[in-house]
C-alpha cells in the first residue's frame, strides 16, 4: 500500500533524447509526487513536483505526466543532456503525514 | 555556510566503535529528518524531529540514537554497529512537517 515502484533502474540515453522515468503507486491518498535529483557525493534534491489535480506539469526541459486512474507518473526529460547523468528518485506523500515514500531510484546516463 | 551540512563526510568504525553524525540546518526550519541510503534500496526515512521533539521512530534499532537539542541541530549516536549498517545516512530539514525536504550531502559510513 505504501509502496511506490519505480523503472527502470538504469537507463542511458543519447544526448538529444528523451529519457523517461516511470512511477506506479497505490495508496490513492498520495496527494503530493515530487521527483528527486541526485548527483554522486550529493544528497537528493527537489527537481520538480505535481500534485493529482493537473496531468502535466512543465519546468524547463523537464516534465511530469500523471495519470491518476492508472496511479501513474512519469519524468520526461527533453533534449537530455550529459549534465543531467544523476540518479532520480520519484516519491509520494500524504497530505497528512510527513513521510515521504521514494522509489528505489533510477541511475540515468547521457552519452555525449 | 548555507542550506544543511554533515559531518564528518566519510565515517569507517568498528562493530564496538561509539561515534556521531552531525547535521546542521542554516534555514530557519522546524524539522529534522534521518534517512539510511542503502544501495538499490529505496531511501529509508529512520527518525522526524518537529520542533525538537521526535515525532517518529520507524522501527529503528536501538544502536542508532537521536538527538535534537535546538531546532538546527541533529545527531545520530551510532554504537555496536554491524556491518549492515554501512550506508549513506542523510539529513534533511523542512520549515514544518510535510514541507519540501532539504537534504545535507550525507555520511558515507562503513563498519567493519
Known amino acids: 500500500q505504501q509502496q511506490v515502484k519505480q523503472s527502470p533502474q538504469s537507463l542511458i540515453v543519447q544526448k538529444g533524447g528523451i529519457s523517461i522515468i516511470n512511477c506506479a503507486y497505490e495508496n490513492t491518498a498520495f496527494d503530493y509526487f515530487p521527483w528527486y535529483q541526485q548527483f554522486p557525493g550529493k544528497g537528493p534534491a527537489l527537481l520538480i513536483a505535481i500534485r493529482p489535480d493537473v496531468s502535466e506539469k512543465k519546468e524547463g526541459r523537464f516534465t511530469i505526466s500523471f495519470n491518476k486512474s492508472a496511479k501513474q507518473f512519469s519524468l520526461h526529460i527533453m533534449d537530455s543532456q550529459p549534465g543531467d547523468s544523476a540518479t532520480y528518485f520519484c516519491a509520494a506523500r500524504t497530505n497528512r503525514d510527513d513521510k515521504i515514500i521514494f522509489g528505489k531510484g533510477t541511475r540515468l546516463h547521457i552519452l555525449p | 555556510e548555507t542550506g544543511v551540512t554533515q559531518t564528518p563526510r566519510h565515517l569507517v568504525m568498528g562493530m564496538t566503535n561509539k561515534k556521531s553524525l552531525k547535521c546542521e540546518q542554516h534555514l530557519g526550519h522546524n524539522a529534522m529528518y534521518w534517512y539510511k541510503q542503502s544501495a538499490k534500496k529505496p531511501l529509508e526515512l529512520m527518525f522526524v524531529y518537529n520542533f525538537k521533539e521526535q515525532t517518529e521512530n520507524n522501527s529503528v534499532p536501538s544502536r542508532f540514537s537521536p538527538e535534537c537539542p535546538n531546532s538546527s541541530h541533529l545527531f545520530l549516536h551510532l554504537h555496536t554497529l554491524q556491518p549492515e549498517d554501512s550506508a549513506l545516512y542523510l539529513c534533511?530539514?523542512?520549515?514544518?512537517?510535510?514541507?519540501?525536504?532539504?537534504f545535507g550531502p550525507g555520511t558515507r559510513l562503513t563498519v567493519l
Open positions: 534533511a530539514s523542512s520549515q514544518d512537517r510535510g514541507d519540501e525536504q532539504f
